[in-house]
C-alpha cells in the first residue's frame, strides 16, 4: 500500500495506441472494446470506491455503477467525486441515487448537493493525500481510480497509486493537444518520473491490458 495503511488505490484507464484517451477537443471516445468494457465492470464490482475529477463529470456525465449486462447480480461502489470548488451539475448521473455518491471538495465551498455527502479537505483544492485517510475512516478498502488525467497523475505524483491498468485499443487520435492517460504538470525531468513495474499482459480482443505496479 502507498501513503495509506490498508487501502488499496488502482487506477484504470483506456487509451489508443499512439497514448491519447480523447480527441483533441476532449470528447470522449470509444476506445475499449466489449471484452475490456466487461472488465472494467467486473473490476468496478470488486471495488468499495471509485472516483473521479469534476472533469470527467462535466465532460462525460458518467453513470460510475456497474451494468447487470456484465456482471449477474452487481453491486454498485460508492461513487467519489473530486470537484474542488462544488460545480458538480444537479443533474448529474453521479447524483441519480443508484448508488451512494461522496462530493469532495475545498474547505472554502459551502456547496451542498442532494443524493450525496460531502467531504470538504483542503485548502484552495482537494488535498488527496488527506482525503485517503478519511475514505478509509469510512471503511473504503480499495479505491478504483478512473480520470482525469490530471487526477491520474495527481495520485501517480505523490505515489499514492499502488497499480495501475492500462488498456490500449487499436485506434490512432492523433493531436498535439490529445489528452493522455496522465495530465497536469508532469515531471519536470526523468529523476521526477513514476517507475512502473509490469505485472501481467494480456489480449483483449483486439486490444491489449498492461498492469503494472506503481514504484515508490
Known amino acids: 500500500m502507498h501513503g495509506v495503511i490498508g487501502l488499496k488505490v488502482i487506477i484504470n484507464c483506456a487509451m489508443s495506441a ?8 476532449r470528447r470522449q471516445t470509444a476506445i475499449s472494446n466489449d471484452t475490456d ?17 469534476i472533469g470527467t463529470v462535466l465532460a462525460d456525465d458518467p453513470k460510475l ?30 447524483l441519480n441515487g443508484d448508488a451512494k455518491t461522496l462530493i469532495v471538495t475545498a474547505t472554502e465551498s459551502v456547496t451542498e448537493f442532494s443524493n450525496a455527502e ?32 490530471e487526477i491520474i497523475w495527481s495520485f501517480l505524483r505523490h505515489r499514492l497509486a499502488d497499480e495501475i491498468y492500462i488498456f490500449i485499443g487499436s485506434v490512432i487520435i492523433g ?37 503494472y505496479e506503481v514504484g515508490r
Open 18 to 25: 499512439d497514448g491519447k484517451i480523447a480527441t483533441k477537443n
Open 37 to 53: 468494457k466487461k472488465r472494467v465492470h467486473v473490476l468496478r464490482n470488486s471495488v468499495d470506491a471509485v472516483l473521479v475529477g
Open 65 to 94: 455503477t456497474v451494468k447487470a449486462e456484465y456482471v449477474q447480480s452487481p453491486k454498485n461502489p460508492i461513487r467519489i467525486v473530486l470537484d474542488s470548488k462544488g460545480r458538480t451539475p444537479p443533474e448529474a448521473m453521479v
Open 118 to 149: 460531502m467531504i470538504r479537505c483542503g485548502s484552495g483544492r482537494v488535498d488527496i493525500e488527506e482525503l485517503l485517510p478519511m475514505l478509509e475512516e469510512r471503511g473504503i478498502r480499495t479505491l478504483l481510480v478512473e480520470g482525469g488525467s
Open 175 to 211: 493531436g498535439d493537444s490529445a489528452p493522455t492517460p496522465a495530465g497536469g504538470e508532469g515531471a519536470f525531468s526523468i529523476d521526477e518520473a513514476v517507475t512502473l513495474m509490469l505485472k501481467e499482459a494480456d489480449v483483449i480482443g483486439d486490444g491489449v491490458l498492461l498492469k
